[in-house]
């Protein structure tokens, strides 16, 4: 954090108020590669453009707020995480992150796994033609329903995540007549968050079986996931195939996802020891960090596959185990980089000696992240070239909530006006899939583009889709 002054003084005070902000950049038009997807550029009119499509025509042609996705930038990243991880791994995008029919067969096309959390997520996959074996079943309150919709499509695998849900499971795959593979969600004790890890987190949360025992946290112990393996193992309806961990999201240090391997290892070990059966199988979850701003510094998916595939061999080796199949689950290092927010700037509003406040026509039921993660992210004017001097600007959405705020800390060109272009980049993540109605705001599409071709791939909603719902 510094509060440093542009050399040209930013408009507003300065001293600078309260803030995350590092000096203004020295060129506001710049579009730092680390934050925007790979085909953006400035064109020389000035204006940005993304696979070759000017974002004033995207505008024009789509309407604002609008996310536009990079699909050449989705399927590079799809690309880099399967041949990083090879034909040892298994690279499963969380669906989670945002999932479309579109996004599904980009998935398959490019060799990825998908893992879902709901029965809605499991519908999209399956009506886009994911082949159920590759898809993975999550959550931590899987519906009777749900269960049943994944054990008759056939799905590689379920992540248990209960006892009841052990139950449950067996119970249908039996009547079903199948047997089920599965793995054991289980929580580490590890708990990272960004740039720092907890080795010794208490397992005070909803997820996975813990593997300590009496709550505190310790290499394997006679936890309840040491329970489970058991009850697992005793069940000719299931195959256990795997130990799962996940340990966090937004994370940059693999420090955390080694005392994880570590752990999940002792695990596997005990299994051996006390039931003579090596598991094939061992999944680390997601959570690899992005850049929301240029001074995030995320590593790229090969130096993560190396430092993962070292760490489980190593442990491995050292316990005298096969090295099991390594699979991952990264999603927003897959769709995050990939979009931005395409915005009009509505109104602005100049408070002396503190900032500007612009307000975009979208907001926080088309970006949560800020108001509940205290998320930060970039901006920059799209429309057009600026050589106005810096303001110190907070952007802000058109809901009902004064912590509605899609860019806490930014600094725009003090010649921004009303009819202006704004986008937000890193948004290819929790952004559309975590959008709402609220104000019955109708929720932007997703377009996407490539090779100067752009479609709709989530249409925007209509106020028909709201009135719809409304059958009062
Ligand atoms: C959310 C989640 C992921 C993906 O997390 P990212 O931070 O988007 O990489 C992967 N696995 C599980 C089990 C999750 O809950």
Known sequence: MSRSA????????????EGHYTA???????????????????????????????????????????????ETDFRARC?????????????????????????????????????????????????????????????NNKSDEEIERAVEAGVG??????????????????????????????????????????????EDQKFGLALAGGGSSSEAGEGPAAEAVRRVLML????????HSH???QIFDMAGFEVSARRVVGLLTRIRDEHGVELPEIDLGGGLGIAYTPEDDPREPHEIAKALGDIVTRECEAAGLAVPRLSVEPGRAIAGPTAFTLYEVGTLKELEGLRT???????????????????????ALV??????????????????????????????????APGDLLAVPATGAYCRSMASNYNHALRPPVVAVRDGQARTIVRRETEEDLLRLDVG
């Open 6 to 17: 542009h050399p040209a003084g930013p408009r507003h005070a300065d001293v600078l108020p």
């Open 79 to 139: 690309r880099a995480w399967r041949d990083a991880f090879g034909s040892d791994a298994d690279v499963y995008y969380a669906g989670k992150a945002f999932l479309s029919r579109a996004v599904v067969r980009w998935l398959h096309e490019e060799g990825l796994n998908l893992d879902v959390c709901s029965g809605g997520e499991l519908a999209t996959a399956l009506d886009a033609g994911m082949p159920a074996e590759r898809i993975a079943l999550h959550g």
């Open 383 to 416: 429309s057009r070239a600026s050589a106005a001097e810096p303001m110190l600007s907070r952007v802000v959405g058109k809901h009902c909530e004064s912590g509605d705020i899609v860019v806490r800390d930014a600094f725009l060109p003090a010649d921004l």
């Open 157 to 202: 695998r379920i992540v248990l995540d209960s006892f009841q849900e052990i139950a449950r499971v067996a119970h249908t795959a039996a009547r079903l007549g199948r047997r089920q593979p599965v793995q054991i969600r289980v929580t580490v004790g590890v708990e990272a968050h960004t740039h720092e890890f907890i080795a010794t987190a208490h």
């Open 247 to 249: 340990i966090g999201s």
């Open 24 to 70: 203004p950049p020295a060129d506001l038009n710049s579009l730092d590669s680390r934050v925007w997807a790979q085909t953006v550029e400035r064109t020389p009119e000035g204006a940005v453009a993304v696979g070759g499509l000017d974002v004033r025509r995207l505008a024009e042609e789509f309407g604002t707020p609008a996310y536009v996705m990079d």
């Open 357 to 379: 406040y612009v307000s975009v026509d979208g907001g926080m039921s088309d970006n949560i992240r800020t108001a509940l993660y205290d998320a930060e992210y970039s901006v």
């Open 236 to 243: 000719d309806s299931l195959e256990l195939t795997g130990i």
